[in-house]
């Protein structure tokens, strides 16, 4: 007679790691705060060491190591401690791709306060935010998102650009909606040199843009439309517009009354180009993409995100002829290429 596998016993310990889960994200915030990372990278490599550097006390500075190490963020030899390579990268302060800054935006109490009452949240179906979340009309949360989000933009940005202008050899008028820190249009213009990019976003965050494409020595050729993709004229004759994040902070009724928009705006042949967290259709794989709907429900009325077909299907609806799907690699987002 055979034997059954093993059936694993009955845990508590998911419940506890998510329960606590506050601990994991307040000590990366302080590890952040304090600079340890920036500490370990130039060398300080014992507990004394590092608190001397982030005048911190040695007891404070060993836990917080430890800790650190047993989330993965740090390598411990001994009494040693060294980074890891996604550390190095992103953590250092001294790296170009440090990522830091992003906390200013990532744990702001305009996105933070929307999940202390989830339960609520959940029983309403969408932000409890009276002034309408993260899409309230020029939200100041987004000046934060264009000042503190670019470095990591910046890779897949670029990627981007080149899977979707590979020969970069033509003439292109391109349209960036919510260009936020504008990245994203000034790759195309630095892949590009025939490259005219028209960014539109709110006033304050088309400052950031403007300056990020001065940066980039692309201002030449950056224009702006300031206001709500929602009210203000797009104007016409363009050969790509890009869609990056931005449909899935609404309902698919309000996305297809803006797709009808891009595609009166588009030339014959051209291409709505969106950057999304693209779900598979269980709607729970990739575990990354797959989550992301829980942020739309807790930081605006009614977003989502969006399975391909769902995508596809709001582009069928506003006119556009067929969809692509394209993966984003190392990025965890993918790319939906539509063609009027």
Excluded at 139 to 147: D, G, L
Excluded at 211 to 232: C, L, M, Q
Aim: glycine fraction near 8%; charge should be negative; include cysteine.
């Amino acid at each position: 007679m055979s034997s059954s596998p093993a059936q694993q016993q009955p845990s508590p310990l998911l419940f506890f790691q998510t329960i606590n889960a506050y601990q994991r994200t307040e000590a990366l915030k302080a590890a952040i705060e304090l600079d340890v990372f920036t500490a370990v990278g130039e060398g300080a490599n014992r507990a004394a060491d590092i608190a001397s550097r982030c005048s911190a006390s040695e007891r404070g500075t060993r836990i917080l190591c430890d800790y650190l190490t047993i989330m993965g963020f740090l390598n411990k030899d001994g009494s040693n401690y060294s980074l890891t390579p996604d550390s190095a990268i992103f953590l250092d302060k001294r790296s170009p791709a440090y990522l830091g800054g992003t906390l200013e935006f990532m744990l702001t109490d305009r996105l933070t306060d929307n999940f202390k009452n989830f339960a609520e949240v959940v029983r309403k179906g969408g932000s409890l935010d009276e002034e309408g979340g993260t899409v309230a009309p020029d939200n100041p949360i987004w000046v934060k998102f264009a000042r503190g989000m670019a470095p990591m933009i910046a890779m897949p940005a670029e990627i981007m650009a080149k899977l979707v202008d590979p020969d970069a050899n033509s003439k292109l008028r391109i349209l960036d909606i919510a260009a936020g820190h504008g990245l994203f249009g000034i790759a195309f213009a630095k892949n590009n040199p025939q490259a005219e990019i028209v960014a539109l976003d709110w006033p304050k965050v088309l400052e950031v843009a403007q300056e990020n494409a001065s940066k980039a020595g692309v201002s030449n050729r950056y224009s702006t439309i300031p206001g709500s993709a929602f009210d203000v004229d797009f104007g016409s004759g363009y050969d790509l517009v890009l869609l990056t994040n931005f449909l899935h902070h609404f309902d698919p009724p309000t996305c297809e009354t803006l797709l009808r928009k891009v595609y009166g705006s588009l030339n014959d042949g051209g291409r709505a180009v969106t950057l999304e967290f693209v779900p598979n259709e269980d709607r729970i794989s990739p575990p990354e993409a797959a989550s992301f709907s829980v942020m739309m429900l807790g930081s605006t009325p009614s977003g989502d995100a969006y399975t391909f077909s769902e995508l596809e299907k709001m582009f069928a609806n506003t006119g556009f002829k067929r969809s692509e799907l394209h993966p984003l690699p190392p990025s965890i987002q993918q790319v939906v290429i539509s063609y009027k």
